[in-house]
């Protein structure tokens, strides 16, 4: 299978987070090119995935610690789009709680991230993911 782009979603509020995300994936060897579509929260993610049917990214990145709809409601409501059923969704947070990870994983969750301290440390964590979508 040869894919012309891969398409990532990340949903974070944190914009120093989403800056610091976009420069790992430029860093990520390519081909194929890597889009990066962002949400600030999981009301505007659950916004733009209702309002663009058409929207399948290859994977789903999700921070933990958001204001309104935390990491976990937001994944619960993207497990309710049946269209994204298929789409790998890795939760993120600097903290790596147990608890969260097991819950997150029961939830659908493919993996839980601890975020990296460096944009390098990211960036070989994003190779290897995109690595497997490829």
């Known amino acids: 299978m040869v894919v012309n782009e891969l398409t990532c979603?990340?949903?974070?509020?944190?914009?120093?987070?989403?800056?610091?995300?976009?420069?790992?994936?430029?860093?990520?060897?390519?081909?194929?090119?890597?889009?990066?579509?962002?949400?600030?929260?999981?009301?505007?993610a659950i916004k733009k995935f209702n309002n663009d049917k058409s929207l399948i990214p290859d994977c789903v990145f999700v921070d933990m610690n958001m204001p309104g709809m935390n990491g976990k409601e937001t994944l619960s409501e993207i497990k309710?789009?049946?269209?994204?059923?298929?789409?790998?969704?890795?939760?993120?947070?600097t903290n790596a709680n147990p608890n969260d990870v097991r819950e997150t994983i029961k939830m659908g969750a493919v993996d839980f991230l601890k975020k990296p301290t460096s944009i390098d440390s990211l960036s070989n964590m994003l190779a290897q993911i995109f690595k497997e979508l490829r």
Do not use: T, W, Y
């Not at 914009?15 to 995300?21: A, C, G, K, R, W």
């Open 80 to 93: 309710k789009i049946e269209r994204l059923n298929s789409v790998p969704v890795f939760m993120l947070s």
């Open 9 to 44: 979603f990340l949903i974070d509020d944190d914009v120093d987070d989403q800056e610091i995300f976009h420069l790992a994936i430029e860093e990520v060897p390519k081909p194929p090119p890597i889009k990066c579509i962002v949400a600030k929260d999981g009301r505007e």
